[in-house]
């Protein structure tokens, strides 16, 4: 079985975002900012962006959704 911090690793290495919500919703991880804060002290770069969600009684909160961030194309000149 993988650990959660695998888990959310291998969730943020395919592409995809993750929030805490999310996080808890698949993988049972209530603590999401303390994986990604182990993810980082092992060397993966981990964005963090806040968005704003509807929140109960449609107020508007802000949450963190990180991300893996992509490479830049490698954009090659033809002689």
Known sequence: ?????????????????LTSLEAIELYGCTRLGGRIYDLRAQGHK??????AVRARGGRTAHVARYTIPRPAPVQLELI
């Open 46 to 51: 981990i964005d963090c962006e806040l968005v």
């Open 1 to 17: 079985m993988q650990s959660q911090n695998d888990q959310i690793l291998a969730h943020l290495s395919s592409g995809a975002a």
